[in-house]
C-alpha cells in the first residue's frame, strides 16, 4: 500500500537547522510532484515548498524562501526539506504529500497521498 513516512523532525533552538525525509514506498514516486506542509496548533494547513516530478522545478512560501530548500532523490524514493535559520513561527507538524498531476500546486487538495506528519518545535 502507499505509504510517505517522515522523519528527522525534533526541538531546536532560533536559528539551528533540521533536515526532514520522507520516504515513498507503494507508487511510482518519480511520476509524482511531491509537496511539504505545515499545520501549527490551532491553524490552518499552509503550504511550504514542492518538487517537480524531476527535481528540476521548486517553489517555496514566501515564509520560507531562502532558509529552506526541497530536493529529491528519485532513486531512493525520498524528498527532503532543508530547513536553516529557523524560527519560533516554523514550529508546526511537517507533512509529505504527493501529487500526480503535472501541473505543480500548492493547493493541499490537489495531493492524493500524505504522511502523518513529524513534529518541528522551535524554541526562542
Known amino acids: 500500500q502507499v505509504q510517505l513516512v517522515e522523519s528527522g523532525g525534533g526541538l531546536v533552538q532560533a536559528g539551528g537547522s533540521l533536515r526532514l525525509s520522507c520516504a515513498a514506498s507503494?507508487?511510482?514516486?518519480?511520476?509524482?510532484?511531491m509537496g511539504w506542509f505545515r499545520q501549527a496548533p490551532g491553524k490552518e494547513r499552509e503550504f511550504v515548498s514542492l518538487?517537480?516530478?524531476?527535481?528540476?522545478?521548486?517553489l517555496y512560501a514566501d515564509s520560507v524562501k531562502g532558509r529552506f530548500t526541497i530536493s529529491r532523490d528519485n532513486a531512493k524514493n525520498t524528498v527532503y526539506l532543508q530547513m536553516n535559520s529557523l524560527k519560533p513561527e516554523d514550529t508546526a507538524v511537517y507533512h509529505c504529500?504527493?501529487?500526480?498531476?503535472?501541473?505543480?500546486?500548492?493547493?493541499?487538495?490537489?495531493?492524493?497521498?500524505w504522511g502523518q506528519g513529524t513534529q518541528v518545535t522551535v524554541s526562542s
Open positions: 504529500a504527493a501529487n500526480a498531476s503535472p501541473t505543480l500546486s500548492r493547493l493541499g487538495r490537489r495531493y492524493e497521498y
Open positions: 507503494g507508487f511510482t514516486f518519480s511520476t509524482y510532484a
Open positions: 518538487i517537480s516530478r524531476s527535481g528540476g522545478d521548486t
